[in-house]
């Protein structure tokens, strides 16, 4: 999802980046080392060795590990293809949906290769990798990988056309003060957040149970397709996202009593819990937190948690959400299965022990999430204002 810049958000990022002044280049131009992958073939793959790392390890600008399903070469099949290593720092490109064109920047790993359907980068000097994988989560990225894809039962991007892709190169010094936001931003993200609340909140020893905590709580309502205007926008777990937000980017309507809707109405400060639903990597229980304006409603896969006055809302989301990521497995314990649903026990949910430090801990704590909060929506105005630049260069060349 893009945000609108306000006026006071494209002003400071016309200060940072220079107006319409903002230089382009191609990927390839930009890489010092532009290659594919090796064609790896199930016959010289074996149990153990040197890894393969595969388009499923590429996720929307993060790595995904994976490590329980890595497929290996051996040293000397690794000698005999002559086969590319990739290094930390290096940039992998998947050629294949879904989405093409998603990028990672590859961590400390062993010594490992990658598929021929991944492409490796090498940056220049003058582009940093943070950067670059911030530029292809962006629509005027994915929008050329579209154009320039080809195939129809299987859509794809050959190397020598993502090579063409354009890209904002911004001064340096502006890309690492870029950077430098994107690494405070991504500190409200579950693996970088999770030690400061721990750090925090690890000697507090009071404890509540969550239904001492909840002034309100009941299941969704999901209703009719809607036939008038009296539809209202219905959360579904679809629009959860791992990061405990909501991607409203695609919302249904539906046609709901209007006294239900008068009674289950979301209020901002609202902990939506999915309490049906999960997959094998992800059980049942993910919970995001609700502040948006208008009226929604959400759907009977869901219940909501309203927090009462005495317990800040932000704090307690983020209590669960802490404990779901920490704990998958008691959350797994906590759930029955019928045809391959998870249901989630709201009795044993709402015995959960939370840790209750002080009011003013608690505000705290928000105030640092919110201000983390900040830094991400920063990140992206200058980003979709860079965009809307780039875009408009990409026009003119073509009209030229």
């Known amino acids: ?14 200060e ?12 390839g131009e930009c890489a010092c080392t532009f290659i594919d992958g090796d064609w790896i073939e199930s016959k010289d793959q074996s149990e153990s060795g040197i890894r393969l790392i595969q388009t ?7 790595f995904k590990d994976k490590e329980e399903k890595s497929r290996f070469i051996s040293e000397e099949t690794f000698n005999r293809l002559n086969c590319s290593r990739i290094f930390k720092g290096d940039i992998l490109v998947s050629r294949l949906p879904d989405p093409i064109g998603r990028a990672c920047i590859v961590p400390e790993i062993d010594k490992a290769i990658t598929a021929v359907d991944c492409t490796i980068i090498r940056l220049k000097s003058y582009v940093l990798p943070e950067f670059f994988i911030a530029y292809t989560k962006t629509s005027t990225y994915l929008n050329q990988i579209k154009k320039a894809a080809t195939g129809t039962t299987r859509r794809r991007i050959s190397r020598a056309n993502l090579a063409k892709i354009i890209i904002p190169v911004p001064p340096i010094e502006l890309q690492e003060e870029f950077a430098a936001i994107v690494r405070q931003a991504d500190k409200s993200k579950f693996d970088g ?28 309502e999901w209703g009719n397709e809607p036939t008038t205007h009296k539809a209202i ?17 695609e919302v249904v309507t539906r046609e709901i009593d209007s006294k239900k809707v008068s009674r289950k109405k979301l209020k901002k400060g609202d902990i939506i819990l999915e309490r049906s639903g999960g997959t094998k990597d992800n059980p049942v229980g993910r919970v995001v937190f609700f502040e948006e304006d208008g009226d929604y409603l959400f759907n009977n896969f869901t219940q909501v948690l309203r927090p009462n006055k005495g317990i800040n809302p932000v704090y307690l989301f983020y209590s669960l959400y802490n404990s779901y990521n920490l704990n998958k497995a008691a959350m797994r314990a906590m759930a029955s299965q019928t045809t391959g649903i998870q249901n989630l026990s709201m009795s044993d949910y709402m015995t959960k022990q939370i840790c209750i430090p002080p009011k003013e801990l608690q505000d705290k704590f928000e105030a640092i999430y919110r201000q983390a909060d900040k830094s991400k929506y920063y990140v992206q105005n200058k980003l979709n204002y860079i965009c809307h630049i780039l875009t408009k260069q990409i026009q003119l060349k073509r009209c030229s």
């Open 1 to 14: 999802m893009e945000y609108s810049l306000t006026y006071n958000h494209q002003s400071q990022f016309i």
């Open 16 to 27: 940072m980046f220079g107006g319409e002044n903002i230089s382009s280049s191609t990927i």
């Open 56 to 62: 499923g390890n590429i996720g929307n600008g993060v």
């Open 193 to 220: 957040f999770k030690s400061q609340f721990i750090e925090m909140f690890g000697g507090v020893n009071s404890f509540s149970t969550l239904q001492d905590l909840i002034s309100d709580t009941f299941p969704g």
């Open 233 to 249: 926008r219905v959360i579904r777990t679809t629009n959860f996202t791992n990061e405990g937000k909501l991607d409203l980017s």
